[in-house]
């Protein structure tokens, strides 16, 4: 199996955890009542289970993300971070009730084509 092949799960698992991160971390700022910037509202803030676990979800991510850097070039898989936009709109409308306009549907569409002719381009070792 190529170096980009065996990549891509990695990559995908990295961008779908940084996704989960923005939702709990929006979620984590809605139970606390919103940002304050003072040190007891921020102490209050990063002890909040919902940022404690986007909190998470951002470490794990990384940790994937390296594992996928170690098998291909930067240059193929940092595209895939645009997937990101698409979890992250699916994700939000699904846990947040966030609207989706039909121009917002197109660009994410213009997004995973793009995206799929990265992947389609090569670019291993």
Known sequence: ?????KAIPLIVVGV???????ICLKKGLQ?????????????????????LAGLACYVVSVVVWLGA?????VNF???FIALGFI???FLA???????MTPLRWVALGIIVV????????????
């Open 114 to 125: 793009g995206v799929s002719l990265q992947a389609l381009s090569g670019g291993g070792h």
């Open 31 to 51: 139970a606390a009542g919103g940002m304050q910037l003072a040190f007891g509202p921020i102490i209050r803030l990063m002890l909040e289970p919902w940022v």
């Open 16 to 22: 779908l955890l940084n996704a989960i991160a923005q």
């Open 69 to 73: 850097l170690s098998l291909v070039q």
């Open 1 to 5: 199996m190529s170096p980009n092949l």
């Open 93 to 99: 409308r699904a846990f947040l009730g966030e609207a």
């Open 87 to 89: 979890a992250n709109a």
């Open 77 to 79: 898989a940092y595209p």
